[in-house]
């Protein structure tokens, strides 16, 4: 990556989300950038989905603001937020289920502004790259956990995004499940062209996927830093990492959320 | 020829029910009796209704109690407009003079009918469309509440809660089931177009159809106005069949006749809707009969009434928990069904991408 060309950014700047008395984020900056990994990590409550909740337009922070290539996109309903090129997926799996996959990923495309039948094809597309092309006339409402949560991420990425964020892609998935995620995540930036933000509990996953990692805790941010960095931070260790070391912490049942 | 063959496989379904419905009007055309004439004629107009209904219930989730109000300002929208002059004088004294003195012909009364309901649920329709599921349902019935105030009080233009008498007669069994056969189609390939996919992706799950820049409120509220035209239409095909009404025919008996045949059948299939039609109308008349056996013979020492309602009430809550889905629920009757994963093609599969 070099510094000089202008590459296009997601940029949270001093975001503070409140829900009634509970502080969920407390004045957290965060950029993303095209072609690059960020890993957003933390224990379970630090915060990490509502900060996504709020870069997608589904909450509207109690303070600071989001800037998608300079413009303020914060306070703006979340399908505009979503024409303006930011994707998601969610941590519960949210598929269209009396949809078949390839009109969930189909749909996507369409909303995008494709017409209906360059919109078939960019989904054919996707399912051959995601190897789900034998799933396409499958209910999705049929799909087995790991399948759903790979559609979801095809879906996604139809939107022809330009920042892709995943809230725990791997979350349920066994191991050969992750590496075969991984595999299909690593070249994501670079294939689509877009900034790709993980959530994730999976240590492993996340050391060797991301570029850079970020870390939550109590909706603050403890550290930021490369994956090496980040491993090394005696503050990180302390509020996330442990004594037990991340295994447990991927171990650790995810709390369902509301969105 | 090939190409033809794909038209026809993608479109089994719809096929299906418009060659059904044809050979129903044809029969009913040629067996000449007049009551099963009657009785078809307004089974298409109910099919139109619950097909508009369909649109919008079907494919938003959206539960709605206005349409009937939509059929009601459809009906006297047509009616006035195609009244002669003359009759209007006589039944409407004190009908604004644009539209006393104006005689419009059968079809672009009826379209223009159509319009009408569109406008107004376009209008008044657009705040329900924010609403939550439960929200916009009671707010739905307080709309045909007004519709039906307006109906009953507006003197001047529908003769109060009076009748309405002098509507020419234009609807005929062929016409109806001409505009049902229509209407079979538009709602097939409402279903299948991007708005119907963007709307049922909606009702499956909304948060999902945010995040890819659905504008769900939009998106709902097209299909509000696209299915109050319907209703409109079908309201519009009734004045002329019946030719005199009150405003009373617009409210909570036809409002549960029509609900009770979507859900009977399935609001979330065209075919569904379409079978809840024919299975509803068939039981409604069957027992009707059944009621006038029983109290012209005698054989029972008192008068059955009201037995055909109190029935199908009661099938409607049975088929609830039983069915909830209604009798077709989700694939369309005719098409290739979708295809379900099995659990151990899926663990197959998943360790075949792993390896
Ligand atoms: N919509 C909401 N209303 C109230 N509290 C919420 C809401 N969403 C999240 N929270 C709270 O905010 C905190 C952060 O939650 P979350 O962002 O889901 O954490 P994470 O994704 O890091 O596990 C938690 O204490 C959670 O209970
Ligand atoms: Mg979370």
């Known amino acids: 990556m070099t510094g000089g060309e202008r590459r296009s950014t997601l940029a949270v700047e001093s975001v503070t989300m409140r829900f009634g008395g509970l502080r969920a984020l407390h004045e957290v900056d965060l950029q993303l950038h095209a072609g690059e990994i960020l890993g957003l990590i933390g224990p379970n409550g630090s915060g990490k989905t509502t900060l996504v909740n709020v870069i997608t337009g589904i909450l509207a922070p109690t303070e600071g603001r989001v800037i998608v290539n300079g413009t303020v996109i914060s306070g703006r309903p979340p399908h505009r ?10 941590q519960s799996v949210r598929l269209f289920t009396t949809l078949s996959v390839r009109e969930n990923i189909e749909l996507a495309a369409v909303s995008a502004g494709l017409g209906r039948r360059a919109a078939r094809s960019s989904a054919d597309d996707l399912m051959e790259r995601f190897g789900i092309r034998h799933l396409a006339e499958a209910a999705s409402g049929s799909l087995a956990y790991g399948q759903e949560r790979i559609v979801e991420i095809a879906r996604a990425l139809a939107t022809g995004c330009s920042f892709l964020l995943l809230d725990e892609p791997a979350a349920g998935l066994n191991d050969q499940e992750s590496e075969a995620l991984l595999e299909r995540l690593k070249g994501i930036p670079d294939e689509f062209d877009c900034g790709m933000l993980i959530i994730d509990h999976d240590m492993d996953l996340i050391m060797r996927l991301c570029h850079r990692l970020h870390v939550l805790n109590q909706g603050q941010t403890i550290a930021s830093g490369t994956a090496d960095q980040i491993r090394r931070n005696p503050v990180v260790i302390e509020a996330y990492l442990g004594s037990q070391g991340a295994a447990e ?11 | 020829m090939n190409h033809l063959h794909g038209i026809v496989r993608s479109n089994r379904s719809m096929l299906l029910f418009l060659g059904l419905f044809a050979l129903i009007a044809v029969a009913t055309q040629l067996s000449g009796v007049p009551l099963m004439q009657r009785i078809v004629t307004v089974m298409m107009i109910n099919l139109i209704l619950v097909l508009g209904l369909q649109v ?7 539960l709605s109690f ?14 006035l407009l195609a009244m002669p002059v003359r009759a209007k004088s006589a039944a409407l004294p004190t009908l604004y003079p644009f539209l006393a003195d104006i005689q419009l012909p059968f079809l672009p009364a009826v379209l223009l009918a159509a319009l009408v309901a569109a406008l107004v649920a376009a209008i008044f329709g657009y705040p329900l469309m924010r609403l939550s599921e439960s929200a916009a349902a009671i707010a739905s019935f307080a709309m045909l509440v007004i519709i039906h105030v307006v109906l009953s009080q507006w003197s001047a233009v529908t003769n109060g809660p009076r009748t309405l008498f002098g509507v020419l007669r234009y609807t005929d069994l062929m016409t109806a089931a001409m505009w049902a056969l229509v209407i079979i189609a538009v709602a097939y390939l409402f279903k299948r177009s991007t708005l119907g996919l963007k709307l049922r992706a909606s009702r499956d799950n909304i948060h999902a159809a945010y995040s890819l820049g659905i504008n769900v409120v939009v998106v709902r509220w097209i299909a509000f106005v696209i299915s109050a035209a319907i209703c409109g239409l079908a309201g519009a095909l009734w004045a002329h069949f019946i030719t005199s009404f009150a405003p009373g025919a617009f409210y909570l008996a036809q409002t549960f006749v029509v609900l009770t045949m979507l859900i009977v059948g399935g609001p979330r299939t065209v075919s569904g809707a379409v079978v809840g039609v024919l299975a509803v109308t068939a039981v409604h008349e069957g027992l009707r009969h059944v009621e006038n056996t029983l109290n012209t013979s005698g054989s029972l020492p008192f008068q059955v009434v009201g037995l055909t309602e109190v029935l199908l009430a009661a099938a409607l809550i049975v088929m609830l928990a039983v069915r909830p889905g209604g009798l077709i629920q989700s694939g369309e009757a005719g098409s290739p069904k979708a295809r379900t994963v099995p659990p151990q093609q899926s663990a197959h599969v998943a360790a075949e991408e792993a390896s």
Do not use: K, L
């Open chain 2, 56 to 62: 919008f219930m079907g494919n938003s989730g959206f």
């Open chain 2, 66 to 79: 206005v349409h009937i109000g939509f059929m009601g300002i459809g009906a006297y929208t047509s009616a």
């Open chain 1, 81 to 90: 937020v979503a024409r303006a090129g930011v994707a998601r997926t969610f």
């Open chain 1, 249 to 259: 912490a991927a171990a650790a049942p995810t709390t369902d959320e509301e969105v």
